[in-house]
């Protein structure tokens, strides 16, 4: 009976177009890809097949003595000095509180929005947030979530004004929304709550900055940063501008003990392995030291270019974010036309945006 429902709605999604797979499972096709010109992946500044840094990650691996995987999540025996170290980096660089790692944006997400908000407390969101946060969202244990239309501080207006009270409320928001590429309004939208929460402690504001770090903000530090707004959580992963993995959440010393003693993702999954905080920590230093600086304005330069030939605008004060869209109600054949050019392109449909939504995504 089971398999028969299982493969019942796989037929459908195949009968759809919307059945997903592993793009590189077949031999051909991945020859084909492989030939294509990069305008899919997030890694924005080409860090992932940086020659310089890859070198120095081997020789870092090469002259430590740490086991090779961590074998146990940070509580019991994954944690390490590397993991230490690192997050005391990371809280400086940053300029946080205090940092703590976790494997994925996914699980900091999750981690983060199930666990700080107590009852009695609202979240409100926009709508366009990660599917991460909404996982989060559904584990909290809040009293309301809400969403405002997206970037609409107008809207956020009227929905923080039909809010009950509440003891705290959370913003949820990411600084660059991944499949829209659209800029938080975050100015607008802190002056917003700061009128409907005056007390600076029930006002929090969480930033998801997965695909703003490393593009935007002194150092690749991001769009808060760049921006010069302080907020109460950022998340920023590894795996887009950084080209390595792994996440970290900037949040208060308090919210970090907490978030060790409470947080699911965090003390019931292995520990990053040493090998893969090494790789975080060689990517900073390099950012340190500014050898990124050339390949992030040559990055502005080319979306730059590439808004000027598709007579696009941006309203945003900042320049325009390395993700493109362009609405199509025939994706699919849009982004193979595109393909069959030479230049690797997807297209995304529903379930992952509306229906009426579907869009071919260039970054």
Not at 142 to 160: E, I
Not at 301 to 312: F, P
């Amino acid at each position: 009976m089971l398999d028969e429902q299982l493969t019942h709605a796989l037929r459908v999604r195949e009968a759809e177009g919307r059945r997903r797979r592993l793009l590189l499972s077949d031999a051909a096709e991945a020859e084909r890809l492989a030939r294509l010109v990069d305008f899919s992946s997030n890694d924005y500044v080409s860090v992932a097949r940086n020659p310089r840094v890859r070198r120095a990650w081997l020789e870092r691996l090469g002259a430590s003595d740490e086991a090779f995987g961590s074998t146990g999540s940070r509580l019991l025996d994954g944690d390490s000095t590397t993991h230490t170290q690192l997050e005391h980096k990371l809280a400086a660089y940053f300029h946080a509180p205090a940092a703590l790692l976790c494997n994925t944006g996914f699980d900091a997400n999750v981690s983060l929005l199930s666990t700080i908000p107590q009852p009695g407390d609202a979240i409100v969101y926009d709508e366009l947030v990660h599917a991460s946060m909404h996982d989060g969202m559904r584990k909290s244990r809040a009293q309301t979530c809400v969403a405002f239309r997206h970037n609409d501080p107008a809207d956020l207006d009227r929905v923080l004004t039909n809010l009950r009270p509440h003891n705290n409320v959370f913003l949820a928001l990411e600084s660059v929304y991944s499949m829209d590429g659209t800029i938080c309004a975050l100015p607008d939208l802190i002056k917003v709550l700061e009128r409907h929460a005056p007390h600076r402690n029930t006002r929090h504001i969480l930033v998801d900055e997965a695909h703003g770090a490393g593009v935007y903000g002194q150092g690749g530090r991001g769009v808060c940063n760049a921006l010069h707004c302080h907020v109460s959580a950022r998340l920023v992963t590894f795996g887009k501008a950084f080209g390595c993995a792994g996440a970290v959440l900037l949040v208060p010393v308090l919210w970090r003990e907490y978030l060790l003693n409470y947080a699911r993702p965090l003390i019931y999954s292995t520990a990053l392995p040493p090998s893969q905080a090494a790789a975080i920590d060689v990517v900073i230093s390099a950012w340190e030291r500014g050898e990124m600086e050339a390949a992030v304005q040559m990055l502005h330069t080319r979306v730059a270019e590439l808004y000027t030939a598709l007579g696009l605008r941006s309203d945003a004060a900042l320049p325009p974010a390395p993700i493109v869209q362009v609405r199509s109600a025939h994706a699919k054949r849009l982004a193979a036309h595109v393909q069959a050019a030479g230049f690797l392109v997807r297209a995304v449909c529903y379930p992952t945006v509306p229906r009426d939504k579907e869009r071919v995504r260039k970054t």
